[in-house]
């Protein structure tokens, strides 16, 4: 079996396709899978970027062997842009307009072009999940047949045998059911628009199965080498799971969007629940009884059994996203005066409450630290990591950053609460090494970040932290100590 190793295997059903199974209990952190792209491009739609690196293309320049590649500089190789593709490219009729006037041909040109250069990854790349039959003469489908197929038929990049096998919708379906996004990397600011995300297509880690609630981890370093690691505890013949969605967002967000993209129903154990594991993350307060709740699926209210129509509750949320949308500004008031207001129709843990909440804990970060100030960053700390925890268990970057915010205002706090004199030393220690310890835990996941991404940075922020807190609380406990040693002499010569 292909890109096996001793962590995991690939089994095979008519639900899940072909996908990925522990082969060994594997242990929280342990790393499943480490792999190079094969394909690196950009969302759709989005604009140039150089065949080699990825960056976003300011001036157009070109490949100096080839003269069609286009090119962020023209010394940039050695990366995507390799020997094999330049010589591939050449043999080809295509001349570099062609790729300007329709960019959208490019990626699968290039997945195309494997078959001279690369006959088997081609063969492997066509194996993946495309889900021809739920695209066909869909939007996109019809997309292609105008940007990519019909050109690259013109350019006589692909023959009538082509046009009947589908080959360029089947390439065109492998790659967005396939790809991961993937983040810019840092280093190489000049070309890149960190705004802007790629995507990238990984053969093993493609065989992930989706959950809403994953298994695993998933980072990319600067090289764009994607890195798999169990999130928890895998027991041997458990799948390994990746959450394609965005794990903050409801229920019926997150189905449409794997219908949309993925073409698949979602009934993970989040989504079929819902309560979406007892988080109420997309449930809404009764209007009518003002206290049952009224949940996804049925949208019937929990107490007084009065059942809202579908539309309401969508014309509800489109509301409410208008309402965060129109903040020009953010601040602290305009947020809080904002989370008053929608708690009269939804659940505290609604999602769009807990994005007004994330975005308050950045403010509240920034902010000036007075008592009020961290005793509410606290709490949304406290509350936000409550659900993270249920909804991304184990290694995960959103309990990392809470962790690390919810250290910092505890810290804090206890340092102004015992210059204030309101707390004892013995408390004002107790608190810092409750800092530390968080602190510590957000260290521990922050760590499988890559070095060069934000939380990467913050990691090496929070380790230095980490040490002056420790030279702090080993001072203080030393005072302590020197303290109750002079007490004690003192007792012992009263005796
Ligand atoms: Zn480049
Ligand atoms: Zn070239
Ligand atoms: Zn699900
Ligand atoms: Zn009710």
New binding site residues.
């Given amino acids: 079996m292909e890109g096996c190793n001793s962590l995991y295997k690939v089994n095979k059903n008519e639900l899940l396709g072909r996908y990925m199974v522990a082969a060994t209990n594997i242990k929280q952190g342990q790393l499943i899978i480490k792999e190079p792209p094969i394909l690196l491009c950009p969302q759709l739609g989005a604009p140039l970027v150089c065949f080699n690196c990825c960056a976003q293309i300011k001036k157009l320049q070109f490949c100096p062997d080839c003269v069609i590649a286009i090119l962020c500089t023209p010394n940039c190789k050695g990366r995507l842009h390799d020997s094999r593709e330049c010589a591939t490219l050449k043999a080809t009729s295509i001349k570099r307009e062609d790729f300007i006037t329709n960019p959208e041909m490019i990626t699968p040109l290039r997945c195309l072009l494997w078959r001279r250069s690369d006959k088997e990854l081609f063969e492997r790349l066509l194996q993946l999940e495309g889900h021809l039959e739920a695209r066909r003469d869909s939007q996109i489908w019809r997309r292609n047949r105008v940007n990519v197929e019909s050109v690259l038929s013109r350019l006589k990049c692909i023959d009538e045998g082509d046009l009947k096998d589908e080959v360029v919708q089947r390439i065109c379906g492998v790659i967005d059911v396939n790809t991961y996004d993937v983040r810019q990397p840092q280093r190489n600011r000049t070309g890149f628009n960190p705004g802007e995300n790629l995507r990238g297509l990984y053969l093993t880690a493609a065989m992930m199965a989706?959950?809403?609630?994953g298994n695993a981890h998933l980072a990319v370093d600067d090289d764009f080498v994607l890195h798999v690691h169990a999130a928890v505890d895998i027991p041997e013949g458990c799948p390994v799971y990746f959450n394609y969605?965005n794990v903050l967002q409801g229920?019926d967000e997150?189905?449409c969007q794997?219908k949309d993209s993925k073409h698949f129903e979602?009934?993970?154990?989040?989504?079929?629940d819902s309560t979406e594991l007892g988080t109420e993350m997309s449930s809404l307060k009764c209007p009518r009884c003002h206290k049952g709740l009224i949940r996804p699926k049925t949208w019937q209210c929990s107490l007084c059994k009065r059942i809202y129509h579908n539309s309401l509750i969508k014309m509800t949320l489109m509301e409410c996203r208008r309402r965060i949308d129109e903040i020009e500004t953010l601040d602290i008031e305009t947020l809080e005066r904002l989370l008053r207001k929608l708690s009269f129709t939804f659940h505290p843990h609604h999602y769009l409450v807990l994005e007004i909440e994330q975005n308050l804990v950045r403010l509240y970060a920034q902010s000036a630290a007075t008592v009020k100030n961290l005793r509410r960053k606290i709490e949304l700390c406290e509350k936000l990591l409550e659900i993270f925890r249920k909804i991304e268990p184990g290694i995960s970057r959103i309990q990392a950053i809470a962790m690390y915010e919810l250290h910092s205002a505890v810290a804090n706090l206890a340092q102004k609460s015992f210059r204030d004199k309101e707390i004892s030393k013995e408390e004002f220690v107790k608190k810092l090494l409750f800092a530390e310890n968080t602190l510590k835990s957000s260290i521990k996941y922050l760590l499988y970040e890559p070095i060069n991404s934000p939380e990467g940075r913050l990691a090496q922020n929070a380790l230095s932290e980490l040490k002056v807190l420790r030279l702090t609380i080993g001072n203080l406990q030393k005072d302590e100590n020197t303290t109750q040693k002079k007490c004690n002499k003192g007792k012992k010569k009263k005796t």
């Fill in positions: 989706h959950d809403c609630v969605t229920t997150r189905r794997l979602c009934h993970c154990s989040r989504c079929d």
